[in-house]
């Protein structure tokens, strides 16, 4: 199955700094990159999404970039704010819906 | 109101019972999942199907059964055999297609005592 690795797994920044958190995957048929965010306690809901035939993407303060040959894509968060304090997943798709998220990045804003 | 309804949100289970975890989707969605969480841990697949009547095995399909009769729902056992079932489970669906957005149910606590 997809081998999925996310760093760190623990990132920490001050408010109005900026976080990127990258996700490696084995599979390289994976075709779909999205990234989801998870409150405590709460369910995971996407946030931003990339498809293989593009590069990047970027809506508001949330940008996916995409390295198809190096087999990663990343999360970048810009002008953090401390309600971007969650855990955030990586789950490139494998298999035709069978889904496989990353261990996961907990990510901290200090007012 | 469309979505992913899970029942219920907490239970708890004795040691040796069987529980069955209720998901239902009115999303029109053919591909349904199921996710283990541990706390402070990532998301781990159970099982999952594609098309009604039919399902595979994820990562850590040990103790745990599904079905999938209908096409909104898709109920989870937790069974006797699965010797730590204490977690968070969630409930996803999606349509068929590949590259499609996940969708999660709210979660379900189990607690065995």
């Known amino acids: 199955g997809e081998n999925v690795e996310q760093h760190p797994s623990t990132l920490s920044v001050q408010e109005g700094d900026s976080a990127v958190i990258k996700c490696t995957y084995s599979?390289?048929?994976?075709?779909?990159f999205p990234w989801y965010k998870q409150e405590l306690g709460k369910r995971p809901q996407l946030i931003i999404d990339?498809?293989?035939?593009?590069g990047e993407k970027k809506d508001q303060r949330i940008a996916v970039t995409l390295n198809k040959t190096a087999k990663h894509f990343s999360l970048h968060i810009t002008e953090t704010q401390p309600e971007d304090s969650a855990v955030y997943f990586c789950?490139?798709?494998?298999?035709?819906?069978?889904?496989?998220f990353g261990a996961g990045t907990r990510l901290t804003v200090k007012p | 109101d469309g979505g992913i309804t899970q029942s219920p949100k907490y239970l708890f289970r004795k040691e040796g019972q069987n529980v069955t975890l209720s998901c239902e989707q009115n999303?029109?969605?053919?591909?349904m999942y199921w996710y283990r969480q541990d706390p402070g841990q990532g998301l781990r697949l159970i099982y999952y199907s594609q098309i009604v009547n039919d399902f595979q095995k994820g990562d850590i399909a040990e103790g745990y059964s599904v079905s999938r009769e209908k096409k909104e729902s898709f109920p989870l056992t937790v069974t006797s055999a699965q010797k730590n079932p204490t977690a968070f489970y969630l409930c996803?669906?999606?349509?068929?297609?590949?590259?499609?957005?996940?969708?999660f149910g709210e979660g379900s606590w189990l607690t065995v005592v």
């Open positions: 999303l029109n969605h053919d591909a």
């Open positions: 990339i498809r293989s035939n593009v």
């Open positions: 599979d390289s048929a994976s075709n779909y």
């Open positions: 996803a669906s999606s349509m068929a297609s590949s590259g499609n957005t996940i969708y």
């Open positions: 789950a490139p798709l494998y298999n035709n819906n069978d889904m496989r």
